[in-house]
C-alpha cells in the first residue's frame, strides 16, 4: 500500500563555536559511519546548482579535503554564524535521493546547529531507508559525530499534527527520538518501545519496529504517552538559544 507520508531525520544543538578542522574532524566520522545505517549512504557528493556538477565533487571521507570544503563554506563577513554544508548520495530518481545540510561551527548566541537529512519517499525502490533500523543508525552515527542536544526522524505529518502544542525548540518526540545524556536518565517505557545507548553521548528512544505513520491512532497515542513520560522527567526542556 502506498502511503504518502513523507519522512525527515535530523539532529539540533545551541551554539558551539568550532573551527574547520574541528568541524571537518566531526564530518569525517560522520560520513566513515553512514554506510554502517545503509549501503545507500556510502557515497556524498557536494551539492551544486545541478546534478552534473554536484558528481564532479565526491565528499570523501579525508580530512584536509573536508577541512578545505567547509573553509569554503564559511560567510566571509559574518564568522559567528559557521558554516553551511551539504551533501547528497548521488542517486538521480526524483524522490529515491538522499541528502544532509548541516550547520556547524556557529556561536552566535540565536543559533541552532544541525545536521538535517531529507529521506527518499515511500514508495519508491529506496524506501528502505524508512526503516526502524536504519533511521536508527543515521541518528546514531548523527550523535556519534556531532554531539547534537536531541534529535529525531519521524513524519512531515506527525510533526506538523503536534507542533502546535510544542514549546519551542523543545524536542520533538517521532518515530525514533535522541536525546543527549546531560537530559538526564530516560525512565521505563511502554512496550513495544526500545530504549538504546549511543556510546556515552545520550539515548535513542524507538517508538515502534514497524513504519510509524501520524494516520494511526495507537501510533500517535503512543506517541503522546511517550513524550508526557519524557516531559514528566525533564528530558524536554526547550534547546537554550537567545531569542
Known sequence: ??????????????????????????????????????????????????????????????????????????????????????????????HEDCGFLIRCGSY??????????????????????LSASVLSNMLRETAAA?????????????????????????PYVGWVTYLAQHRGTVPPLPAPVRIEKVEDKGTLIVLTPERFTASNPEHLALAERVRELLDGAGLLNPLHVEP
Open 146 to 170: 556531532w554531539e547534537p542536544d536531541w534529535g529525531v526522524a519521524m513524519s512531515h505529518e506527525h510533526r506538523d499534527k503536534v507542533e502546535a502544542g510544542r514549546i519551542a525548540r523543545s
Open 108 to 129: 552566535d548566541a540565536r543559533t541552532v546547529n544541525r545536521c538535517v537529512f531529507n529521506l527518499p519517499r515511500p514508495g519508491t525502490s529506496a524506501a528502505h531507508v
Open 1 to 94: 500500500m502506498f502511503v504518502s507520508e513523507t519522512y525527515y531525520a535530523g539532529g539540533y544543538w545551541g551554539p558551539r563555536k568550532e573551527g574547520p578542522e574541528d568541524c571537518a574532524q566531526r564530518l569525517e566520522r560522520f560520513l566513515k559511519g553512514l554506510p554502517t545505517a545503509d549501503p545507500s549512504l556510502a557515497r556524498w557528493y557536494e551539492t551544486a546548482k545541478t546534478m552534473e556538477a554536484s558528481l564532479k565533487r565526491p565528499l570523501r571521507p579525508a580530512h584536509d579535503e573536508l577541512t578545505r570544503f567547509i573553509r569554503k563554506n564559511r560567510d566571509p563577513v559574518f564568522e559567528d554564524i559557521g558554516f553551511h554544508i551539504g551533501g547528497w548520495n548521488g542517486e538521480a530518481k526524483a
